[in-house]
């Protein structure tokens, strides 16, 4: 894996299909919701608003940009590679005086141009990515590292680790998902109905009801596991990047590109509390939560 541009700032960007992920050479990241599957025709604009505050915040400007995605899985895209090629176009549209880099999974830094001619090599490209980072650049002791685990609000990447080197055979999320080695459960967005088909308690077994009333959310704020919040966002930026001038980039930035709502959106569209939540995984038993009364 060769580091594009090294000897200048480089942002790294990732495009997935719920966030928009960015991070800079020199450690400083930002993260916003942005639902693909709804506001695809809005990505150019996110895109250079979003990059627009944080270079900003980071008193920082770039001439190179890296960039993965997993956001073509998006089902507004008739298929995966009409995808790949519309978000490059996109981000081509929002960044017009930046050299472009896109990762593929055999470890190289492609063109957007070339990138299209080869879109299932950077579908889905981050988990390569990160690993590849991880065993090269991160971990000094690689020679005892056996797994790297990414877990996501909608996705666990299980990347298996030989003497420093990427060991799977698998590339695209097909091949991932036939050998486990992507499991489509994370901490947040995924619905309860996807993770269990039935549950027990007080030792009586309950089948699930197949709806999506409840997400992995709501157990973690039910158990206490994460804190509930409202974090529902604005509905639109402010004009002016400095709004929140003493937040750090992770803090501040979400708060200006909001304008989709929240990945803390809820299920039923109720509150991220403690109650709503153990109320809607109640609803998962076809019961009321007080009649529970657990």
């Known amino acids: ?22 991070a800079n050479s020199v450690g400083q990241s930002a993260a916003w919701y942005f639902p693909m ?37 998006a089902d507004c895209f008739a298929t995966r590679a009409a995808g790949v090629e519309f978000i490059l176009q996109q981000v081509a549209s929002a960044l017009t005086t930046v050299e472009l880099h896109v990762y593929s999974v055999d470890g190289s830094w492609l063109t957007p141009q070339s990138a299209c001619q080869r879109p299932w090599d950077v579908a889905a490209s981050n988990w390569h990515a990160l690993a590849e980072w991880i065993v090269r650049y991160v971990v000094a002791d690689c020679d005892n590292l056996r797994l790297v685990l990414d ?11 030989i003497g420093r080197r990427i060991a799977t055979t698998a590339r695209c999320d097909s091949e ?56 529902m966002w604005p509905d639109a930026p402010p004009s002016d990047c400095s709004m929140w001038p003493d937040a750090p980039p992770s803090e501040s930035l979400p708060r200006r590109l909001g304008r989709y709502g929240s ?29 529970l009364k657990h």
Not at 54 to 62: A, G, N, P
């Open 151 to 161: 877990i996501g609000s909608t996705t666990v990447d299980v990347i298996p680790i």
């Open 176 to 231: 991932r998902l036939r050998m486990r080695q992507l499991v489509y459960t994370g901490v947040g967005r995924t619905p309860i109905a996807a993770i269990l088909t039935s549950a027990t308690l007080d030792g009586v077994h309950w089948p699930l009801v197949a709806e999506r009333f409840a997400t992995s959310d709501d157990a973690y704020v039910a158990l206490g596991i994460v804190p509930a919040a409202d974090l």
């Open 263 to 291: 990945d803390a959106d809820t299920a039923d569209g109720r509150p991220r509390t403690v109650s709503a939540a153990r109320a809607r995984l109640a609803r998962m038993l076809g019961e009321d939560c007080e009649r």
């Open 1 to 22: 894996m060769v580091r594009p541009a090294s000897t200048c700032r480089v942002l790294g960007i990732d495009i997935g299909g719920a966030h928009i992920k960015l």
């Open 37 to 73: 599957w709804s506001a695809a025709d809005e990505l150019a604009n996110s895109l250079r608003q979003g990059i627009e505050c944080f270079s900003k915040d980071t008193r920082s400007t770039y001439s190179h940009i890296a960039v993965t995605m997993t956001g073509e899985m």
